[in-house]
């Protein structure tokens, strides 16, 4: 698999968009997204910072090269960017109003360092954007690799960063926590995605000090964040899974007022099977 070094990217902004001094506005919007192919959906991405105008978005799955990022319509649309990209497969960008800080890409795992991670800082707020490999099949290689995965980027908090300290974690986990986070949970017991192994591991997040801002705000179940293209209008049937996430510590989490899923933008022409979760702060 062919590996391709990351990309820093600097954009133009109008000062009215800026970030002043060293903190973020009280205010904020947060978003992450699953994009499945930038190419593909970059005018879904297009449109929707266009009208909701996130202070940061967080993409997974982009599928392209550094060289094939679209670093000009994301500047045109008042946004920086940092990316890390990989020919045909995985690949995570942040976008944000305000450069990012301190940026890191690499999370090598048993020597793999595939593009599924960025990290960085915006003013006082530290940022790390994963996208957790999928796992195959309960019990394969695959798999094994998901939880050392998942251990490492654990292990990476854990060693940067303190429980006090200003952090947000979002992406896509591949992993639905609970019965409420997907369609037909007996069904699924104990499959990829659905392993008491890969929840034990998120739960080692929040046990150290991150909050599911998600749960904080909504408890009852139906909620997801994808649905699988190879069922059968599995989306008008909501016969989804909620797998993509914005975790923070618990200042953060305290600073958070609302968050929500756009299920409109998975309805859309050519539609990624995930859609954006978002989360605004006081």
């Known amino acids: ?40 959906r970059l005018p879904i991405i297009l449109d929707w910072i266009g009208r909701e105008a996130p202070d940061i978005l967080f993409l997974q799955e982009t599928k392209v090269q550094d060289k094939d990022f679209p670093v000009n319509a994301v500047e045109e649309a008042g946004y920086h960017a940092v990316f890390r990209g990989q020919k045909s497969y995985n690949g995570v960008a942040i976008l944000s109003k305000s450069p990012l800080d301190d940026v890191k890409t690499q999370l090598s795992v048993e020597g793999v360092d595939e593009a599924r ?24 290689d695959k798999f094994r690799f ?59 997040f929040f046990n150290w000090g991150l909050v599911d801002i998600f749960r904080k705000h909504i408890r009852e179940g139906n909620q997801y964040t994808f649905w699988d293209y190879r069922i059968p209008s599995g989306f008008k049937r909501n016969m989804g899974w909620r797998i993509d996430y914005i975790l923070g510590t618990a200042s953060q989490a305290e600073r958070s007022r609302s968050v929500w899923i756009d299920r409109e933008a998975r309805a859309m022409e050519k539609p990624s099977d995930h859609t954006f979760l978002v989360v605004e702060f006081d």
């Open 117 to 140: 991670f960025v990290s960085g800082r915006i003013g006082d707020i530290h940022v790390i954007n994963a996208y957790v490999p999928q796992g195959f099949e309960a019990g394969s």
């Open 1 to 40: 698999m062919e590996l391709i070094s990351h990309t820093l990217v600097m954009g133009r902004l109008n000062s009215s968009t800026a970030f002043y001094g060293s903190k973020v506005p009280q205010a904020m919007k947060v978003a992450t997204f699953n994009a499945n192919s930038m190419r593909v």
């Open 146 to 204: 998901k939880l050392a995965w998942l251990e490492h980027l654990l292990g990476y908090i854990t060693a940067n960063y303190d429980p006090s300290s200003q952090l947000l974690v979002a992406g896509d986990f591949n992993v639905a926590l609970t019965d409420m986070d997907l369609y037909d949970p007996d069904g699924f017991r104990g499959e990829v995605g659905f392993h008491p192994d890969e929840q034990a591991m998120i739960e080692g």
